[in-house]
Structures are given as structure tokens and as C-alpha cells.
């Protein structure tokens, strides 16, 4: 099983439908310009705006302890971080640079009602999107940032203010991004490896020729495909919105070497949940 990486990052603008699905089905990830620039939410989401319209809503956020990115020990296991913090938005933005902390994950509809109308959503799949909302922050020691790891579901991701630099691996073979299976808690779709500094000698199967990294401009927006490994950065303060969307059966014919990619994967994962005691093949579409 071989999936191999464009060498460069494809562009398309403002795509159709059917545009996008002839491209998707190559399982490549691309950027798709001249769409998300027309949303109000790239022209309108300044910080004086946002806590006007919603400075008081209770946000999720990470805090993080100082070195946390520097040990695998860290980032690799669930055990391993601190719960999220409820914090209301204006003090996230207003106290936010100086301590190591990032806004991520947060469910816009139900932490940010008062902006959905800001968003134009993205009509390339059927059915609807489950949307979350990244904010991160980029201080002279800290810059926002994700572990290495895939998603199991389509993911449109994007840009809405500022800058991310953005790595990807194609789903060459699971077991070489180093998943912490041998643990209950390992986060089976995380990687233990930093892209940042790659420890060939710890990891030395890890594909580190095979990476795709550029910089998503405020205004653009990514597809990634499902099980495609990413690691994402702050350049500036920035705003992103992910769309995901669930896999369904017709993907796997739709989309040349997802089905290879999954059967290569769930073995893996099947073993680790029967191990961890929380079997559910059904998960495997809920990260």
C-alpha cells in the first residue's frame, strides 16, 4: 500500500461541486482560493469585533505547561493534558499572549451563535458539517500549535485571519508516525513524533522526506483528505474554522486509496481499543 505525496500543494479557485469532486477523488489535499475572502467573517472577525458580538461567551481553552512540545511523553498520551479551561473570550484575547495557551476546538454553533451568520458553509459534500473554531496566538516563546495526527473525516479547513504554517504527510504506512499504542491512554490517531524536530534516531522509520509544508494564507482554505497526517503552527494571531464531514462508504470507491489506507489502519486501532477497553468500531469516525 503506497500513497504518495504531490510534490507541491495544488491551487484551484472557487471550485464547483463537480469541480471539487473530480480533484477530491485523486486523495490529495489542495487550497481552494476565492472563496472564504467573501465570507464577513474575513472581513468583519477583528478582536474589537469579536468581543462585541460575543466578548462574554464562555470559550475552551489549553493551557500549556512550559516545554510541553519538547517531550512525546507530553502531547502523545490523552492523560497527558490539562483539562480545558472555561474562560470568557474577551479575556482570552485580552490576557491570551502571556501565558502559553490556545482557543481550539471549540464548537462555533453552540460557543458562537453570534457569528454563524458570518460563515458562508461550504457546499462541496452532502450533509451537514460538524464546525470548530481555532484561535490561535503567537507571542516571542510560544506560538500556538497541534500535534501531529490525522483526522477520520474530511476536513475543509479554513483561514480565516492571519497565517498557519501547515505540514503534511501522506498515510504512507500507519505504524511509522509512531502512534503510542502501547499505552490505554495513547491517542491512537497521534503521532509521537515532533515535525519540528524529528528524532531519527528515536524514530527511525518516520518519513520525514515525504512532507508537504507551505503556509495558508488568511483568505484560503484547505481540503484534506481522511487519514492524512498534518501539524499545524501559528505564524500570526489567526482564526480557522474546520469543517468536517463524516466518511461514507461510497468515499472509499470514491476516493483512490482511502479503502487500502483504512484497512492498513483499523487492525491497529482495533487492537488497541479491545486493549485500552474501550472497543468501539463505531469511534473510529469520532475524533
Known amino acids: 500500500m503506497k500513497v504518495e505525496a504531490s510534490k507541491s500543494i495544488l491551487r484551484i479557485k472557487n471550485p ?19 472563496v472564504v475572502k467573501y465570507w464577513d467573517a474575513y472581513k468583519n472577525w477583528s478582536d474589537d469585533y469579536l468581543i462585541e ?13 512550559e516545554n510541553f ?10 492523560r497527558s493534558y490539562q483539562p480545558h479551561q472555561e474562560i470568557q473570550l474577551k479575556e482570552y484575547i485580552n490576557n491570551g499572549h ?29 450533509g451537514k458539517a460538524f464546525v470548530r473554531l481555532w484561535f490561535g496566538l503567537v507571542s516571542k516563546t510560544f506560538s500556538s ?17 492571519g497565517r498557519k504554517r501547515i505540514i503534511l504527510y501522506p498515510p504512507i504506512d500507519y505504524l511509522s508516525f509512531y502512534p503510542p499504542l502501547e499505552d490505554a491512554t495513547g491517542a491512537l490517531y497521534g503521532s509521537k513524533v515532533n515535525p519540528n524536530a524529528v528524532d531519527l534516531e528515536l524514530f527511525p522509520k518516520f518519513p520525514w522526506q515525504e512532507k508537504i509544508e507551505f503556509v495558508l494564507q488568511p483568505g484560503e482554505m484547505l481540503y484534506l483528505p481522511p487519514f492524512w497526517w498534518h501539524h499545524l503552527t501559528a505564524v500570526d494571531d489567526n482564526i480557522s474554522l474546520s469543517f ?10 470514491w476516493q483512490k486509496k482511502m479503502l487500502s489506507v483504512f484497512f492498513h489502519t483499523a487492525p491497529h486501532y482495533l487492537y488497541h481499543s479491545i486493549f ?4 468501539s468500531f463505531l469511534n473510529f469516525f469520532k475524533f
Not at 69 to 78: Q, R, T, V
Open 16 to 34: 464547483s461541486k463537480k469541480e471539487f469532486s473530480e480533484i477530491a477523488k485523486n486523495f490529495q489535499p489542495f487550497i481552494i482560493e476565492d
Open 53 to 65: 458580538k460575543c466578548g462574554d461567551n464562555l470559550v475552551p481553552v489549553r493551557f500549556f505547561q
Open 69 to 78: 512540545w519538547n517531550d512525546y511523553k507530553n502531547f502523545a498520551y490523552e
Open 98 to 126: 502571556n501565558v502559553e495557551c490556545y482557543l481550539n476546538e471549540a464548537v462555533f454553533e453552540e460557543r458562537f451563535p453570534q457569528l454563524v451568520g458570518d460563515v458562508n458553509y461550504p457546499e462541496y459534500f452532502n
Open 145 to 161: 500549535s497541534s500535534s501531529l495526527h490525522f483526522d477520520a473525516e474530511h476536513n475543509l479547513f479554513a483561514q480565516i485571519r
Open 244 to 253: 468536517w464531514y463524516g466518511v461514507k462508504i461510497e468515499d472509499f470507491f
Open 276 to 279: 485500552a477497553g474501550n472497543f
